[in-house]
Structure formats: structure tokens, C-alpha cells
């Protein structure tokens, strides 16, 4: 991912803006519904990881 990051800034000081986002992931792929989430009130604290994206014009990548 490093290495793919680094070129794709590389890229960016000759032409286009590169976008880098960081997002909260905990690993779910599909939300808790409402009815769900009311029936569990304990919180399970557990390490959260984080979702990295980088954008340049139509080149994507993302890493957990």
C-alpha cells in the first residue's frame, strides 16, 4: 500500500489532486438494523482498525 501510495503522490505533483481518506472500521460489512441494535444495549469494546483510501483521478486504493 505504501509503495502504491508514494507513486500515486509522485503522480499528483505533475498533474491531478490526490485524496486520502480515513474512516472507522470494525470489521461489519452489513449495518445493525434498528430492531437488532435495541436488543443488544452491551457494548462489546473490541480494537477497531482503520479503513485508508486514496484517490487520483480514476486510480483507487484502500487498506484496512
Known sequence: FLTS???LFT???SNGSLYI???????????ISKR???????HVT????C????????QKISTV
Do not use: F
Request: proline share 3%; net charge positive; no cysteine.
Open 51 to 58: 479503513l485508508l483510501r486514496a484517490t487520483l483521478g480514476n
Open 5 to 7: 501510495l508514494h507513486k
Open 46 to 49: 473490541t480494537e477497531n482498525s
Open 36 to 42: 437488532n441494535q435495541k436488543a443488544k444495549d452491551v
Open 11 to 13: 503522480q499528483s505533483k
Open 21 to 31: 481518506t480515513m474512516k472507522r472500521y470494525d470489521g461489519r460489512v452489513k449495518p
